[in-house]
Nanobody, 124 residues
Framework: QVQPVESGGGLVQSGGSVTLSCVASAGTLEIAAVGWFRQAPGKERDLVAAISWPGHTIYYGDHVKGRFTISRDNAKNTVYLQGSDLGVEDTAVYYC?????????????????WGQGTQVTVSS
């Protein structure tokens, strides 16, 4: 069992940046592919980015447009999501999800373990 925990959310001004972190409070992210997903109010949850273990394969959501970067520090067992040039449309709850395999997928149904989410609010 892996329990992802997100941190780093908060209030960001439009055009600003944010860095989210994901660690495991139970189990480990070692050998686990990890994805970041987000859910905006009234919308479905969708992919922001996903990274394989140890990090050779990365996927980004179609809406990312080069503004988000996913990375992992395997020595620290931490996965990061950096967002820049944020707009109000990036306001959402951001979730970290892990799977028991090392391959990354765009499909959120492939991820068994989910964090509680961290709110990112972008103000205009």
């Amino acid at each position: 069992q892996v329990q992802p925990v997100e941190s780093g959310g908060g209030l960001v001004q439009s055009g600003g940046s944010v860095t989210l972190s994901c660690v495991a409070s139970a189990g480990t992210l070692e050998i686990a592919a990890v994805g970041w997903f987000r859910q905006a109010p009234g919308k479905e949850r969708d992919l922001v980015a996903a990274i394989s273990w140890p990090g050779h394969t990365i996927y980004y959501g179609d809406h990312v447009k080069g503004r988000f970067t996913i990375s992992r520090d395997n020595a620290k067992n931490t996965v990061y999501l950096q967002g820049s040039d944020l707009g109000v449309e990036d306001t959402a709850v951001y979730y970290c999800a892990a799977r028991s395999g090392s391959s990354a997928y765009r499909d959120q149904s492939r991820y068994e373990y989910w964090g509680q989410g961290t709110q990112v609010t972008v103000s205009s």
